[in-house]
């Protein structure tokens, strides 16, 4: 069953923050039934500066959340009958979700914020609460989380910034946002400057917690594709990501890419 899933950033006229700001841009995923609050609710989260992904299942969560980068997540159930504990403890049993802030709202049943905050959820609130309320909890819970803003922990490999815990890169002036397998292949490649990076490298961070199969290049080169688009990792940074053919990748700066072309003919673009 493929799940309908909407991305709200129009509101924001598609600008992305400065990387030398404190607070990084912040994603938010909702889940809603109910499609009219769920855009009411994106429309206010937008006026506040969260770029939101609206998700009307809780499977279309999981599977949102596989590919795209997740600072946080608010659950709207006040009508749902199934009780909502044990799909919190599932989820936070999965290494790929266990430390999103997740909030919930739901029936205002003492039991099942018991249980759903024993289960792993960082705030239940009850049904009916003001969009301000809302807003106001996942504010608290982010500067609990996340030291005081999102953007505000950094760490540099080479030229490259990355927003620890945001999954967002930056090599010019503004941060580029990365799925979560991006990012992991971006961190380890950088880290690596002006090393060979094998598959075997790069399928272990990428998939880690997520997969136990074996390396499939495949795979992973159409990630690596994505991330070289996004990055602009064909010298136009600054930087280019060759390929070592029946290895991996290196990451190198455009002027060694020049003076390596010719005497290594296994490194191409």
Known sequence: MRHRHRINDNEKGGSMPSCSISRAVVRCAVVDGNSVRRRELANVLAKFGYLTAE????????????????????????????????????????????????????????????????????????????????????????????????????????????????????????????????????HLLFSQYLRVVTFDDLWRVMWEGVSIQEPRPHNIRVHISRLRIKLKLNGENGHRLMSVRGEGYRLVSAGQWKSDRGRYPEFRV
């Open 55 to 186: 998700l009307d299942t809780r499977d279309a969560l999981v599977e949102y959340m596989r590919e795209a980068v997740v600072d946080l997540v608010l659950v709207m159930e006040p009508t749902v009958d199934e009780p909502i504990g044990p799909w919190v403890e599932q989820l936070r049993n999965d290494p790929a979700f266990s430390g999103t802030p997740l909030i919930i709202v739901g029936r205002e049943i003492e039991s099942e914020m018991v249980a759903a905050l024993m289960a792993g959820a960082d705030v239940y609130l009850n049904w009916p609460v003001s969009y301000d309320l809302i807003i106001a909890r996942l504010e608290a819970l982010l500067r609990r989380v996340h030291g005081f803003y999102l953007g505000s922990r950094k760490q540099s490999h080479d030229s490259g910034i990355f927003f620890l815990g945001s999954d967002r890169v930056c090599l010019g002036p503004e941060p580029v946002l990365l799925t979560r397998m991006e990012y992991r292949a971006a």
